[in-house]
């Protein structure tokens, strides 16, 4: 492809108010971008779409450039197949990190930012077994079951492709720059906005949609009915590709669209084997009988359009046990849960995590089992 091409394919793919389904159709009927480009205002019959100059485009690669990253465009050799196989895949990604490793057999593995403690340690296990199994592990770098995969893989030596919803320079969550850096070392980070550009709630779903079409398989290991990882699995299912779930607490809300999951007929997930004796072999990643029935068309979740960034604990001030104690109650569900994976889990001092057990004992809401296991009472 040449380099006025390629430029103005990049600028397509930049276009405000045109999604890469009518871009490429664009293409077709102008015989290439450039010609595209030249005819738009005809070609568009007055349809409002914003297209950025020549300029700006060379500005953001040379930024790219600079963070040791760079444009992977649909066109390119090595663009993934299994993303391409997607209706709407993105017409160009910024990839920090190697992007042969999009190409790889992988399976995402994702689930509520709001994850218990069990449910971030069955993910980090679960990633863990299936990168030593030689698979990349794909997530979207949230918080909860998504950083547990990514840590999980890593742990393990092997591939974890992060796909991020805002630009490869804007980390989110914050707290996630520097697992978002190591990725970037080892694996890979894609990102479909512009750099400069915010994680907001909008841009979530097409990062969802990334993660599925990587990926020959999607595990859900905890989930809300709404939510993002459901969107994933029905994106993920329109695809042609294997659903997973790992089952769940009736008691724990956040486990209700995993369990609908296997109601519907998704594979149910205890250990890796599980995952790596269904997976596709190749593509296209189309079983040829599906198990899973179709899933609701799900709209965007309030999970993701309204998460805020999580202020870092005060270890000096008397409001950590009260931090403590908001962490707590997202880590500890009805499933019992040791009191050393809690304390590994929770970002706060020992003694304000002890405390603040302490105090949901005090109130009747924890149950303490043997084995210094513990477990959140439901009413």
Do not use: W
């Amino acid at each position: 492809m040449s380099g006025a091409e390629r430029l103005a394919r990049l600028r397509l793919a930049r276009a405000e108010g045109i999604g890469p389904a009518a871009v490429r159709a664009l293409i077709a009927r102008a015989g290439g971008a450039a010609a595209a480009v030249e005819d738009l205002p005809r070609l568009l019959r007055g349809r409002p779409v914003t297209l950025p100059p020549e300029d700006a485009i060379r500005r953001e690669e040379e930024a790219l450039a600079r963070l040791g990253a760079r444009f992977l465009l649909d066109t390119d050799p090595d663009y993934p197949e299994a993303l391409a196989a997607m209706a709407d895949s993105p017409l160009a990604l910024a990839v920090a990190g190697d992007p042969a490793l999009l190409s790889r057999r992988s399976v995402a593995v994702v689930g509520a930012r709001n994850a218990s403690a069990g449910a971030r340690l069955i993910a980090e296990r679960l990633a863990k077994e299936l990168a030593e199994a030689g698979l990349a592990v794909v997530s979207g770098l949230a918080r909860g079951v998504d950083t547990a995969a990514h840590e999980g893989a890593l742990a393990a030596g092997g591939v974890t492709v992060a796909a991020v919803a805002g630009g490869l320079d804007r980390p989110y969550p914050r707290q996630n720059a520097a697992l978002q850096a190591r990725i970037a070392a080892t694996g890979a980070v894609v990102a479909e906005a512009p750099l400069g550009t915010a994680a907001i709630g909008r841009l979530f779903p097409r990062r969802n949609r990334i993660v599925a079409g990587l990926a020959r398989g999607v595990v859900v290991v905890e989930a809300a009915l709404k939510s993002g990882s459901l969107l994933t699995a029905r994106l993920a299912l329109e695809a042609g590709r294997e659903i997973f779930a790992v089952p769940g607490s009736p008691l724990d809300p956040r486990t209700r669209g995993s369990n609908d999951l296997l109601r519907r007929g998704a594979i149910l997930v205890e250990r890796a084997e599980d995952v790596l004796s269904a997976l596709p072999a190749g593509l296209p990643c189309t079983p040829p009988e599906p198990r899973l029935r179709s899933l609701p068309a799900l709209e965007q979740e309030a999970e993701e359009a309204a998460e805020t960034e999580e202020a870092e604990p005060d270890r000096h001030g008397g409001d950590e046990v009260a931090l403590a104690r908001r962490h707590l109650e997202t880590l500890l569900s009805p499933t019992p849960v040791s009191v050393d994976e809690v304390l590994r889990r929770c970002p706060c001092s020992t003694a304000a995590v002890n405390a603040a057990l302490l105090d949901l004992d005090l109130e009747g809401r924890l149950d303490r089992l043997p084995g210094n296991r513990v477990a959140l009472k439901r009413a």
